[in-house]
């Protein structure tokens, strides 16, 4: 794959927030057919797995949170109860990327989580209903290339904007 060294170029010289919008924004747009794989691949018992199977930035907000607790109930202050927060996550490896996307069902309690589990990989009593691995096999490589395409509109757009800001500004 050729042309990523550019693009990296142009998001360097963007602001960190909007070169990290634009990657998100890419790479949620670049994965949508692999999520709509999954949800055609789901099984149709109730619908609710296909109905739940969603793209997110997001991470795991509980990661941290006992620790911060630890250090605010033990008087630290609040900066040292959020740098325990950053390594607690650190240490799981979450936010180690400068931008992330997650594809697969919504949270949405233990049991229904599990179910979910159970479908991908089977258990002793039931077979495996795989859904995510066969989306991801099928679109690995169509999410790759629209990475490429998707992250230049995306800074296009960006540039723009910036540009507009600019002349903005300089109207007042």
Excluded: C, H, W
């Excluded at 790479?27 to 099984?43: C, G, I, S, V, Y």
């Excluded at 630290?76 to 950053?86: D, E, F, I, N, V």
């Amino acid at each position: 794959m050729s042309g990523l060294k550019e693009l990296d170029v142009a998001l360097g010289e963007m602001s960190k927030g909007a070169a990290r919008g634009a990657l998100r924004r890419a790479l949620t747009k670049a994965a949508e057919p692999m999520r709509a794989a999954a949800e055609r691949n789901a099984p149709e018992d109730t619908g609710a797995l296909k109905r739940s199977i969603a793209l997110s930035s997001k991470i795991d907000n509980r990661a941290g949170k006992a620790e911060y607790a630890a250090v605010m109930k033990g008087g630290g202050s609040k900066a040292q109860a959020a740098a325990a927060l950053r390594d607690a996550r650190r240490a799981k490896g979450i936010g180690e990327s400068f931008a992330e996307v997650f594809m697969g069902p919504k949270k949405s309690g233990k049991r229904k989580a599990i179910k979910a589990m159970v479908q991908e990989f089977g258990s002793k009593k039931q077979a495996a209903q795989p859904y995510m691995r066969p989306a991801f096999d099928a679109e690995a490589q169509n999410v790759i290339n629209g990475i490429k395409s998707e992250l230049s509109t995306e800074i296009d757009k960006s540039v723009r904007r910036a540009r507009a800001r600019a002349a903005k500004k300089a109207g007042k």
